[in-house]
């Protein structure tokens, strides 16, 4: 089918509003071609990139607001990396899971391991939410803080199940996008390729001094640990500003040149403000427009950072996304699983609300000329 030519007054100033990886400023490539150029092949066991490390911990740290004893570290692999070090090192027991969408599904699925009992899973359709139950014997409650492929957001709030039980977030697509308290969480891992403006390859994490405590108990223990996936390493070599083995140089750059931009526009409220004002923009949308509904119901459950927005029958949103795409929008096509006639529109905190609200023109320009 012809894509629709959309007019060039429409168009948002960057078409990219994808959910990950996702916008990189330009301003942030640019410092990277030039000053950035110079830790790219450089040892990361030297001060150059030490010293980036901590710069990296040390804003991440003044974000969200973390308390005395709270420290950041990091390893390499992403979030996937992090399920399964969790398994290994995190998990003592048993775990519980909220399941309300692709993400979440997989940290379940890694920890049903042959050393822990079978996790407790809490799963609801797409677009739903469930919540975290006190159980006894559960030492681990796990949920996203933002599920990423049908656009729920969950509130972070700490479990006061059996002593010692700690809560554990996956905070990948909402880390420097949504505000909360980390005094609700014992760990908040993510990776760096959604708000925080970088690219993938490395997971970072919040964690507790009871977290720390039950990573050095774990390591202790005589479990079989892979040394890779080895939650001990990573806070050893994160008090040394460093990881197990080689990180990802420009990805680091990129993640500390985008936390300082959000700590000069003022911080994590600033961040949280500017995803609902782009967010807000689309639900509004769609709750006015004909043919299109919030695919999250409860609008207390919808994310202000990835928006799922149906389309009635008589409009086909993969062609919507096809001709957008043409013109140079990208990435707004539905998470593959969900198989749904609908767009997915990331709000991070990079995306300019002024382009979402050119987006929203582009998307009405398109679907009255390509429904004729």
């Not at 202790?220 to 460093?242: C, H, T, V, W």
């Not at 799922?308 to 929008?329: C, P, Q, Y």
Request: hydrophobic share 40%.
């Amino acid at each position: 089918m012809p894509h629709v030519e959309l007019p060039r007054d429409i168009l948002p100033s960057d078409g990219r509003f994808g959910c990950g990886p996702a916008k990189i400023r330009t301003e942030h490539i640019e410092a990277l071609a030039g000053p950035g150029s110079v830790i790219l092949g450089t040892s990361h066991r030297q001060r150059p990139v030490k010293d980036l490390v901590g710069r990296v911990r040390a804003r991440m740290t003044d974000l969200f607001r973390a308390p005395a004893g709270y420290e950041v570290i990091l390893g390499n692999g992403g979030s996937t990396a992090f399920w399964d070090a969790a398994a290994f090192g995190l998990i003592e027991t048993r775990s519980q899971h909220l399941v309300f969408g692709e993400f979440g599904g997989k940290f379940a699925a890694a920890a049903k391991t042959p050393w822990l009992q079978p996790p407790d899973v809490r799963e609801v359709a797409g677009g739903m939410r469930t919540a975290p139950e006190p159980v006894e014997g559960i030492d681990v409650y796990a949920w996203p803080h933002n599920e990423t492929s049908t656009g729920v957001s969950a509130p972070v709030t700490r479990v006061d199940g059996d002593a010692g039980a700690l809560t554990v977030i996956d905070a990948t697509s909402a880390a420097g996008g949504i505000d909360f308290s980390i005094h609700e969480a014992d760990v908040y891992y993510f990776a760096p390729q959604k708000n925080l403006g970088s690219d993938g390859g490395l997971w970072f994490a919040l964690v507790s001094p009871a977290a720390v405590e039950r990573i050095e108990r774990i390591a202790a223990s005589g479990r079989y640990i892979p040394e890779f996936l080895s939650l001990k390493n990573a806070l050893d070599n994160s008090r040394l500003n460093q990881t197990l083995n080689t990180p990802a140089l420009a990805t680091l750059f990129l993640l500390n040149e985008q936390l300082a931009w959000i700590s000069r526009n003022g911080g994590l409220q600033w961040a949280d403000a500017r995803t609902r004002e782009s967010s807000r923009a689309l639900y509004a949308w769609a709750d006015a427009t004909e043919f299109a509904t919030p695919f999250v119901a409860d609008p207390a459950d919808r994310s202000q950072v990835v928006v799922t927005i149906d389309f009635e029958e008589s409009v086909d949103a993969a062609a919507v996304a096809a001709s957008l795409r043409a013109n140079g929008i990208v990435d707004t096509e539905p998470y593959r699983k969900l198989g749904r006639n609908q767009l997915r529109v990331a709000t991070f905190v990079s995306i300019d609300p002024e382009d979402v609200r050119q987006l929203i023109r582009c998307i009405d320009y398109t679907v009255e000329r390509i429904t004729v």
